[in-house]
């Protein structure tokens, strides 16, 4: 296990939870392996007739709660280790928003965008076909991820699909909604976040509008949460992309960012605001810091630097543990990825849940849902946080694991 991965976060953390629940010792041995681990080999066929074989693997964490559920994730710098990280996340965060699912979470070691799109889909294709007997409606749901979208899912839908003999639109989710996607997904982290996100302004005090808003990373949860905090009346003034930032303390227009990025690939060179860093970003003077990237961002080297008032956590696992002590005793509030960005997952239930019964919901009553799951999982977790004294994120995660670990207990233990 690396020093600091993404997996030695996640076990920290578990750990903390079950010191302060007094977790039954069983249990939490159970909790801290995942039920399994797969690793396949992917050849596929290149356009030049040449073979390479890709690395993929698909983690299953616990099923106690129901079919294991969780993205997938294409990108060079994929481990093991983050997709188990991953997968256990996933497990708290349904427990949280209390859908009837346990974690699981995939990942090949590849740069999408270095791949024409039929080499993508002949890789995705073999992906799909390693992991069949993992798979199903009742058994796994995969769902994109970073570097994953939903013509990904429509390639793994067809694959699954093909092999039964007939259309099974519920073997993955964040599906086109031609094929039984869901509306409001696509939107549905960034919007969860930024439900969240009034949540937490509303609870602390401070004036929803003219709040002072950095988002790290502008794909589509930071893009659909910039255009969605905007809407709600707060002022953007800081937003990256791997190629650096951009900062106006007068705020960004979210019209401007996306046209930017649509016309010149990234937000580089764009000419609404100073040139920043990722790392000048996140110590910018802002009021919420929403780190919309990837893990580890906020460390114990950088957490004294930052400047918000409260930290949501878009991204699974931007905060390192060291970071998180920092952030205690400064008492700067910050919300966890497990409760700020189960927007996804929830409508990937949702579009499971209509896939399953053929029946399909407006986006008006979808977003309406979603809200009502997000505002009272925050509920939840701010009572526990307060009646237990203990940080947002220990308050979540007790609350994921004591959920868990009573479905585990009432099941028992086979054989």
């Known amino acids: 296990m690396t020093s600091g991965s993404a997996w ?15 977790l039954d010792p069983g249990v939490h041995e159970v909790l801290r392996n995942p039920r399994r681990t797969l690793e396949v080999a992917i050849p596929t066929r290149m ?49 949280v928003v209390n859908i009837p699912y346990g974690g699981a979470k995939g990942g090949v070691i590849v740069d999408p965008k270095a791949l024409s799109r039929s080499e993508l889909e002949r890789m995705t294709r073999r992906y799909a076909s390693e992991i069949l007997p993992l798979i199903g409606p009742e058994r796994d749901i995969p769902a994109p991820d970073m570097g994953t979208n939903g013509e990904i899912m429509a390639w793994i839908m067809d694959t699954y699909s093909t092999r039964e003999g007939y259309s099974v639109p519920g073997v993955v989710t964040g599906k086109p909604v031609a ?24 609870h602390l005090g401070m004036a929803v509008e003219d709040a002072r808003i950095v988002v790290q990373g502008f794909g589509n949860v930071g893009n659909h949460a910039v255009q969605l905090l905007e809407e709600m009346g707060c002022i953007v003034v800081g937003v990256s992309d791997v190629q650096g930032g951009v900062y106006n303390p ?43 990237a990837i893990e580890n961002q906020l460390t114990d080297e950088n957490a004294d630097a930052v400047k918000a008032t409260v930290v949501v956590e878009a991204a ?28 996804g997952v929830t409508v990937s ?26 505002e009272r999982a ?15 994120r220990e308050a979540a995660t007790v609350l994921g694991v004591t959920r868990v670990a009573e479905a585990h207990k009432t099941r028992g233990l086979y054989p």
């Open 250 to 292: 007068n705020g960004l227009s979210h019209v401007g960012l996306t046209t930017h990025v649509r016309q010149a690939g990234s937000l580089a060179g764009y000419e609404g605001g100073e040139h920043v860093s990722n790392d000048e970003l996140l110590e910018l003077d802002c009021d919420v810091l929403i780190p919309a």
């Open 378 to 392: 925050y509920v939840d977790v701010l009572s526990l946080s307060e009646e237990r004294k203990v940080t947002m």
């Open 47 to 95: 356009d030049d007739g040449s073979i390479r074989v890709f690395t993929g693997y698909r983690v299953h964490h616990n099923t106690s709660r129901g079919p294991s559920k969780g993205g997938l994730r294409y990108h060079p710098a994929v481990t093991l280790d983050e997709v188990k990280a991953l997968a256990m996340w996933m497990t708290w965060k349904c427990s």
């Open 179 to 202: 094929i039984g996607g869901s509306k409001g997904r696509v939107s549905a982290t960034g919007r969860g976040v930024s439900y969240v996100t009034l949540a937490t302004l509303k």
């Open 349 to 374: 239930y949702f579009e499971w849940v209509q896939d399953i019964q053929s029946y399909y919901w407006d986006e008006d009553e979808v977003n309406e849902r979603l809200r009502k799951i997000m």
């Open 316 to 343: 699974n696992g931007p905060t390192t543990p060291q970071a998180d002590a920092i952030f205690k005793d400064r008492n700067l509030l910050v919300v966890p990825d497990i409760l700020a960005n189960s927007g």
């Open 8 to 22: 030695e976060s996640a076990l920290q953390q578990l750990d903390d939870a079950a010191r302060i629940i007094d």
